[in-house]
């Protein structure tokens, strides 16, 4: 699948937006499912938000419902992720990864390309 790039991130305060971009390698966002998780210090990988090869989202409903919504641009082969009303609790590592159409969208496990994250950092 090749190099997943994440750009994107920095320090913001509460209530700021931040948009976070995934450079892909080319057509990779038309074949595979494209995905944003997020690991804070401590703390398990955690699934954010996916995106289908053909556009349909998924999301953490618990956590960024609402606020966060992911979305792609083919012809440049790169997933976005905008996230508003940023809380301190969404501090974290941001990744971007890609799995295979049909597997578990929010699975860590079914992700096997990953790129090295961005860091996020909310302050209250």
């Known amino acids: 699948q090749g190099q997943l790039v994440e750009s994107g991130g920095g320090l913001v305060q509460a209530g700021d937006s931040l948009r976070l971009s995934c450079a892909a390698p080319r057509r990779t966002t038309m074949w595979y499912t494209m995905a944003w998780f997020r690991q804070a210090p401590g703390k398990e990988r955690e699934f954010v938000a996916a995106?289908?090869?053909?556009?349909?989202?998924?999301y953490n409903d618990d956590s960024v419902k609402g606020r966060f919504t992911i979305s792609k641009d083919d012809p440049k082969s790169t997933v976005y992720l905008q996230m508003n009303s940023l809380k301190a609790d969404d501090t974290a590592v941001y990744y971007c990864?890609?799995?295979?159409?049909?597997?578990?969208?929010?699975?860590?496990?079914?992700?096997?390309?990953w790129g090295q994250g961005t860091q996020v950092t909310v302050s209250s």
């Open positions: 995106i289908s090869r053909i556009g349909t989202s998924t």
């Open positions: 990864a890609a799995a295979q159409p049909g597997d578990p969208a929010k699975m860590v496990s079914s992700y096997a390309n």
